[in-house]
């Protein structure tokens, strides 16, 4: 089992960075895969990014070149750097993690991009 939190999300103008946190109840060094998730009002979750326990990364096509995910393995925690933001960003991102045990899902946090 694994608990996690998301932080960081928050109100951005079209064009500006946000970078949001996923902090884990325990080490994440034995945790195959984390990713980032994200859910717009009406619309299913789709993922956006994950990273493997050797750092091996993947993005969506919507994403990439904008956004970077990393894992601190030292601090339990996996972040997305977001720049470059656009009003098709606004959602509530998920962070999940994957080891032997199952799937984990975080609460989600709020990401708006508006002027």
């Known amino acids: 089992q694994v608990q996690l939190v998301e932080s960081g999300g928050g109100l951005v103008q079209p064009g500006g960075s946000l970078r949001i946190s996923c902090a884990a109840s325990?080490?994440?060094?034995?945790?195959?895969?984390m990713g980032w998730y994200r859910q717009a009002p009406g619309k299913e979750r789709v993922l956006v990014a994950h990273?493997?326990?050797?750092?091996?990364?993947n993005y969506a096509e919507s994403v990439k070149g904008r956004f970077t995910i990393s894992r601190d393995n030292a601090k339990n925690t996996v972040y997305l750097q977001m720049n470059s933001l656009n009003v098709e960003d606004t959602a509530v991102y998920y962070c999940?993690?994957?080891?032997?045990?199952?799937?984990?899902w975080g609460q989600g946090t709020q990401v708006t991009v508006s002027s």
């Open positions: 325990r080490s994440i060094f034995s945790i195959n895969v």
């Open positions: 999940k993690a994957w080891d032997d045990g199952g799937a984990y």
């Open positions: 990273i493997t326990s050797g750092g091996s990364a």
